[in-house]
Nanobody, 119 residues
Framework: QVHLVESGGGLVQAGGSLRLSCAVS????????MGWYRQAPEKQRELVAT???????RYADSVKGRFTVSKDNAKNTVWLQMNSLRPEDTATYYC?????????????WGQGTQVTISS
């Protein structure tokens, strides 16, 4: 099982920036897709951004142009740079790792980090 630990959340004013980190317990070379998701109170968890092993990225329409997902294979770390933050970005942000082990696909989650944007 892959263990994920998020950090970097906090309270910032609208228009500000945060960078979230996701430390991965094993080489991210073996992980097919790394993703960031978020869940606001009383809302469903939603995809924010993904980064696959080939380096391709995908973003939710609501964050395109403001958020950037990246990784450092040597450090087994994935980041989410968030700029021009808005109050509606307030949520708990979760890191996710999707990978195959043999023929079985696994999806592991971190514990989440809280992001609060004040207006």
């Amino acid at each position: 099982q892959v263990h994920l630990v998020e950090s970097g959340g906090g309270l910032v004013q609208a228009g500000g920036s945060l960078r979230l980190s996701c430390a991965v317990s094993q080489s991210i070379f073996s992980i097919n897709v790394m993703g960031w998701y978020r869940q606001a109170p009383e809302k469903q968890r939603e995809l924010v951004a993904t980064l696959n092993s080939g380096g391709s990225t995908r973003y939710a329409d609501s964050v395109k142009g403001r958020f950037t997902v990246s990784k450092d294979n040597a450090k087994n770390t994935v980041w989410l740079q968030m700029n021009s933050l808005r109050p509606e970005d307030t949520a708990t942000y979760y890191c996710n790792a999707g990978y195959f082990n043999g023929a079985t696909y696994y999806s592991n989650w971190g514990q989440g980090t809280q992001v609060t944007i004040s207006s």
